[in-house]
Nanobody, 124 residues
Framework: QVQLAESGGGLVQAGDSLRLSCAASARTISTYAMGWFRQAPGKEREFVAAITRSALSTYYGDSVKGRFTISRDNAKKVAYLQMNSLKPEDTAVYYC?????????????????WGQGTQVTVSS
């Protein structure tokens, strides 16, 4: 069983940066790929970014490419999402997720574990 806890959300202005953290309470996270998703009010959950178990590969949603960076520290059992050049349309609840599978990391329903989410609000 893996429990995930996101932190680092908040209210920022357009153009600002935030770094989200996802701490895992598990013996190890090195056997899981990690992903970030977001959901804005009235919208479906959207893929943001994912990173493979060994961090050799990363994947990004089109709307965040070039602005967001996903990383992980398996020793600390933490995944990160660095968000730069934030826009009002980035406003959403951001969720961290873990999946034992190694493919189709953009697909939310394949993930095994989810955090509670952290709110990110970007004002214009």
């Amino acid at each position: 069983q893996v429990q995930l806890a996101e932190s680092g959300g908040g209210l920022v202005q357009a153009g600002d940066s935030l770094r989200l953290s996802c701490a895992a309470s598990a013996r190890t996270i090195s056997t899981y790929a990690m992903g970030w998703f977001r959901q804005a009010p009235g919208k479906e959950r959207e893929f943001v970014a994912a990173i493979t178990r060994s961090a050799l590969s990363t994947y990004y949603g089109d709307s965040v490419k070039g602005r967001f960076t996903i990383s992980r520290d398996n020793a600390k059992k933490v995944a990160y999402l660095q968000m730069n050049s934030l826009k009002p349309e980035d406003t959403a609840v951001y969720y961290c997720a873990a999946v034992a599978a190694g493919s189709n990391l953009q697909t939310a329903i394949l993930y095994d574990y989810w955090g509670q989410g952290t709110q990110v609000t970007v004002s214009s």
